[in-house]
């Protein structure tokens, strides 16, 4: 059994390449970070950022026949740059592979260089691995989906398909594409392990389609009541592009923008040239949608991409407004509130203002951690805690006309699925 190395297997579109391999009887191999965990038998430690000299290879390269790189990043960020993920760290693995023999497929991405650096940098190093003595051939998709799943860009343009009411749509949705899914190009993908000419190959679906009909196909697909669309403003969709590159996140920056102006398309005549090198024809939108019908957990993912950070973003806002208030509120009427009651002997003005103290702390760690779940459990633990003191200690709080003890009720199960969201794995 032949074994293939997958940089970037453990990402969206890494896992249905690997998933297509095996399928095809390769043993798969994956570079994979430990980041504190045990790695699987068929996982390589390494980490692109560091693995930037042919030496770094060795020991991932050990019995390989082929390599894939799938490994990609939207935005720089940290250690993580371009020019080290997209180009440096793949040149380094290609002169491994060119004096070991080894067949190397990259995924690249569609797009002119001058739509950003995340472009410029792939076709780079795209340009420098066909220069290198090795069997290589590099695929270029346009917008890459999936009916089981979506991530970044895609993730986006379903929310916007499955608004209430109607669909949300940047401007007039001409711009033209040729998307096509992440099954069919991980098929691509196998397929080019062990076929293909060596060169640079445009992968989309055949026919060029507009903006505004993938959001109708994918909301007829959902299930969602509802056609037509309304019309963002350019100058709104503009804001929110730039507001996305300012901060750093989010799924859409300057270069997916300008990638859409430009409008997303292969050269002409490479669906069939495809079909004919890999033997594995890239279906329409609407035929791989017609193939499989879509579930409540595909509503409710597209549903809540929306929800989930105002949920998020909400709990922040409520968290830092009750620690100002905690500290504000002065220590006469806290002693009014809990005179009389068992709580009176503990200190509440202290306890009032540790309180607040705590809940500033969580408030900000959850606007700011990368890894918000714990974050969220200690603010499950703290209304927990609040509700029973405070239901024990002043139990008539529970009548209070306007519901301000007994609305926390309601708070715990809205963080469970905070709990649950936040999680962007």
């Known amino acids: 059994m032949a074994t293939v190395l997958v940089v970037g297997g453990r990402g969206f579109l890494g896992g249905f390449i690997v998933a297509a391999l095996r399928r095809q009887g390769w043993r798969v191999r994956t570079l994979a970070r430990p980041q504190g965990r045990t790695l699987g038998d068929d996982e390589v430690a390494g980490d692109l950022t560091r693995m930037l000299s042919e030496a770094d290879w060795v020991q991932a390269l050990d019995g390989v026949t082929a390599v894939v790189n799938a490994a990609g990043i939207l935005r720089e960020e940290g250690r993580q740059t371009f020019e080290d993920v997209h180009y440096r760290a793949p040149l380094a693995l290609a002169n491994g592979c060119a004096k070991r023999g080894i067949r190397f497929v990259q995924v690249s991405a569609l797009g002119h260089p001058d739509d950003g650096g995340f472009i410029a940098s792939k076709h780079r190093f795209d340009a420098a691995l066909l220069a290198l003595p090795l069997v290589a051939v590099v695929l270029r998709p346009s917008v890459v989906y999936s009916h089981r799943g979506s991530y970044g860009g895609t993730s986006l343009l379903r929310a916007l398909a499955a608004f209430p009411g109607r669909s949300l749509l940047p401007g007039d949705g001409r711009w033209k594409f040729q998307p096509l899914s992440t099954e069919d190009l991980a098929e691509v993908v196998a397929a080019a392990c062990t076929r293909g000419a060596p060169g640079v190959h445009d992968l989309g679906c055949e026919h060029p389609i507009a903006l505004h009909h993938y959001q109708a196909l994918w909301r007829q697909w959902l299930q969602i009541a509802g056609r037509g669309a309304w019309q963002v403003p350019l100058p709104l969709v503009k804001c929110q592009v730039w507001l996305g590159q300012a901060l750093g996140r989010g799924p859409v920056n300057r270069a997916i923008w300008n990638m859409l102006l430009r409008g997303n398309l292969a050269a002409p005549g490479s669906h069939q040239r495809v079909m004919e090198a890999f033997g594995v024809r890239v279906r329409a939108l609407d035929e791989v949608l017609s193939a499989e019908p879509s579930q409540m957990q595909d509503r409710w993912a597209a549903q809540l991409y929306f929800l989930a950070p105002w949920l998020k973003w909400s709990v922040i806002a409520l968290w830092l407004w009750s620690g100002v208030v905690g500290l504000l509120t002065p220590a006469s009427r806290i002693e009014t509130l809990t005179h009389g009651s068992v709580l009176a002997e503990m200190a509440p003005v202290m306890l009032a203002r540790a309180a607040a103290l705590l809940d500033l702390a969580l408030g900000l760690a959850l606007a700011l951690v990368v890894r918000p779940r714990p974050v ?31 609305k926390n009720v309601a708070l715990l199960p809205a963080l469970a699925v905070l709990w649950v969201l936040v999680d962007r794995r």
Do not use: I, T
């Open 376 to 406: 969220v459990l200690a603010m499950l633990a703290s209304v927990a805690a609040y509700l029973f003191a405070f239901g024990v200690g002043l139990p008539a709080l529970f009548m209070d006309s306007l519901g301000g003890l007994v």
